[in-house]
């Protein structure tokens, strides 16, 4: 008794950081719920978070016009002749698309549903270094769910993780706790892009396959397998192949699509066609 | 009493928000500051091991409530830091320019290695070398260059929040 007495103190510090560890535990996995406390948190400063975004990413905008004043003649003068290119691709397009449809529907094919998408601002980034993660300006009452995809026209951004009525948390694909079932475009071979620690945002590639076909400069798109995302969009491209541990799997750096520290507005994909839908 | 606690919740808050919005355009290599830490190290350095514990666990679990994963890690690994540096502070002659900013240096470099050990308990794969060569590092250099900045700018808030209230 005396013992415990003399090291109340020791005793119950040790306590504290033993339920620490283990909520820690707890919580390393997902979770389908989150508590008041945090749904409480997120709301509050998300105003806050949502106003510092504007008045720095204005400033920053004002700053960059500024800078590249000198430099707007010549590409106002580029970007006409850029224009007029395009207006000349478009009308190809166009053809082309046409005579897409008309090749499908010989085929038998239905187009593609479009994907039912919400559109959403991000208002804040990761507290630390250790987590990639985004907050959007849209929650529950919009609709957002957890497990939605996020992309922007570059490709895939990650998913959402967690929801409070006004506000979203998206887990970046480069967080170290994502996996991404991917393919690579070209041969169809199947794997998982997983994000890794570091200063650069490179993805790790994990190839289902020793005999993988896989070379520097494929495109990375998402496989469709894990359910999670629809099956085509675009994660980034291959930097450098190497075999794993043992020589047992092949794996490769992914250079990801999408800028990440330059992400301003992102779309949540609210449905998609899967299975026999997609067909 | 109520007004400082007060006004170190709202600054909290604020440093949350901040990191997780302008310090974004402001990072030095990919590094962020980790101001959450920096506001516990000043308050040990200040005012010695429990207040910097309980300001470090304070802004740690903000930081992990945000964060939604890993729940406790921030704040245990912000509250031993912070009290540790708090134990040394009552050694050393604090008002040298040079305590706030090796105590945030070393700081950084502990919490870091704290959260990388736990990390790897429970699964995370990574590349030590790397990340301490890439995040760590530059990050603790950050928080070691803002360290005198905050360490003044908070404490003369604190000071004229100690005058306001012996007035009242």
Same mark, same amino acid.
């Given at each position: 008794?005396?013992?415990?007495?003399?090291?109340?103190?020791?005793?119950?510090?040790?306590?504290?950081?033993? !339920?620490?560890?283990?909520?820690? %535990?707890?919580?390393?996995?997902?979770?389908?719920?989150?508590?008041?406390?945090?749904?409480?948190?997120?709301?509050?400063?998300?105003?806050?978070?949502?106003?510092?975004?504007?008045?720095?990413?204005?400033?920053?905008?004002?700053?960059?016009?500024?800078?590249?004043?000198?430099?707007?003649?010549?590409?106002?003068?580029?970007?006409?002749?850029?224009?007029?290119?395009?207006?000349?691709?478009?009308?190809?397009?166009?053809?082309?698309?046409?005579?897409?449809?008309?090749?499908?529907?010989?085929?038998?094919?239905?187009?593609?549903?479009?994907?039912?998408?919400?559109?959403?601002?991000?208002?804040?980034?990761?507290?630390?270094?250790?987590?990639?993660?985004?907050?959007? $300006?849209?929650?529950?009452?919009?609709?957002?769910?957890?497990?939605?995809?996020?992309?922007?026209?570059?490709?895939?951004?990650?998913?959402? !993780?967690?929801?409070?009525?006004?506000?979203?948390?998206?887990?970046?694909?480069?967080?170290?706790?994502? %996996?991404? %079932?991917?393919?690579?475009?070209?041969?169809? $071979?199947?794997? !998982?892009?997983?994000?890794?620690?570091?200063?650069?945002?490179?993805?790790?590639?994990?190839?289902?396959?020793?005999?993988?076909?896989?070379?520097?400069?494929?495109?990375?798109?998402?496989? %469709?397998?894990?359910?999670?995302?629809?099956?085509?969009?675009?994660?980034?491209?291959?930097?450098?192949?190497?075999?794993?541990?043992?020589?047992?799997?092949?794996?490769?750096?992914?250079?990801?699509?999408?800028?990440?520290?330059?992400?301003?507005?992102?779309? !949540?994909?609210?449905?998609?066609?899967?299975?026999?839908?997609?067909? | 009493?109520?007004?400082?606690?007060? #006004?170190? &919740?709202?600054?909290?808050?604020?440093?949350?928000?901040?990191?997780?919005?302008?310090?974004?355009?402001?990072? @030095?290599?990919?590094?962020? +500051?980790?101001?959450?830490?920096?506001?516990?190290?000043?308050?040990?350095?200040?005012?010695?091991?429990?207040?910097?514990?309980?300001?470090?666990?304070?802004?740690? #679990?903000?930081?992990?409530?945000?964060?939604?994963?890993?729940?406790?890690?921030?704040? #245990?690994?912000?509250?031993?830091?912070?009290?540790?540096?708090?134990?040394?502070?009552?050694?050393?002659?604090?008002?040298?320019?040079?305590? +706030?900013?090796?105590?945030?240096?070393?700081?950084?470099?502990?919490?870091?290695?704290?959260?990388?050990?736990?990390?790897?308990?429970?699964?995370?794969?990574?590349?030590?070398?790397? @990340?301490?060569?890439? @995040?760590?590092? +530059?990050?603790?250099?950050?928080? &070691?260059?803002?360290? +005198?900045?905050?360490?003044?700018?908070?404490?003369?808030?604190?000071?004229?929040?100690?005058?306001?209230?012996?007035?009242?």
């Amino acid at each position: 008794m005396s013992f415990l007495r003399r090291h109340k103190q020791t005793i119950s510090a040790a306590l504290v950081v033993a !339920v620490t560890i283990a909520v820690m %535990g707890l919580t390393a996995r997902e979770r389908e719920r989150i508590t008041y406390l945090e749904v409480v948190l997120l709301e509050i400063v998300a105003p806050l978070q949502g106003a510092l975004e504007f008045v720095t990413s204005s400033v920053v905008s004002v700053s960059d016009s500024i800078a590249e004043v000198r430099t707007l003649r010549e590409e106002n003068r580029r970007l006409e002749e850029e224009v007029a290119r395009l207006s000349h691709l478009l009308d190809d397009l166009e053809e082309l698309r046409r005579e897409n449809e008309r090749l499908r529907d010989l085929l038998g094919f239905a187009s593609r549903y479009p994907y039912d998408t919400l559109a959403a601002e991000v208002i804040a980034r990761s507290p630390g270094n250790w987590f990639s993660i985004l907050t959007i $300006d849209k929650g529950s009452r919009n609709g957002v769910v957890v497990d939605l995809p996020v992309v922007t026209a570059g490709g895939l951004v990650g998913r959402i !993780v967690r929801v409070t009525p006004r506000t979203s948390t998206v887990m970046l694909i480069t967080d170290p706790k994502s %996996g991404v %079932g991917a393919m690579i475009r070209r041969s169809r $071979d199947a794997g !998982v892009a997983t994000g890794q620690l570091g200063s650069d945002p490179l993805l790790l590639l994990k190839m289902f396959s020793t005999k993988a076909d896989v070379s520097p400069g494929d495109t990375v798109v998402t496989s %469709g397998l894990s359910q999670i995302f629809p099956e085509g969009l675009k994660i980034g491209t291959v930097v450098e192949v190497f075999q794993g541990e043992f020589g047992l799997v092949t794996q490769a750096t992914v250079r990801p699509a999408v800028d990440f520290d330059r992400l301003e507005e992102v779309l !949540v994909i609210l449905a998609w066609p899967r299975g026999e839908e997609a067909r | 009493m109520w007004q400082r606690a007060l #006004l170190l &919740g709202l600054l909290l808050l604020l440093a949350l928000a901040a990191q997780m919005t302008v310090f974004h355009y402001l990072s @030095v290599g990919g590094a962020l +500051p980790d101001l959450m830490l920096l506001f516990a190290l000043m308050f040990a350095l200040r005012q010695g091991p429990r207040s910097g514990l309980a300001v470090g666990v304070a802004a740690g #679990l903000l930081q992990d409530l945000t964060t939604g994963t890993f729940l406790g890690l921030n704040a #245990l690994t912000i509250g031993t830091v912070a009290f540790l540096m708090g134990l040394v502070q009552q050694k050393i002659f604090r008002e040298n320019v040079a305590v +706030p900013v090796l105590s945030s240096i070393i700081g950084s470099l502990l919490r870091d290695g704290m959260s990388m050990f736990f990390l790897a308990v429970f699964g995370v794969e990574f590349a030590v070398g790397r @990340v301490f060569l890439e @995040v760590s590092f +530059p990050a603790a250099l950050y928080n &070691g260059a803002l360290a +005198p900045l905050l360490y003044s700018q908070l404490f003369a808030t604190d000071f004229w929040l100690r005058n306001l209230s012996s007035e009242g």
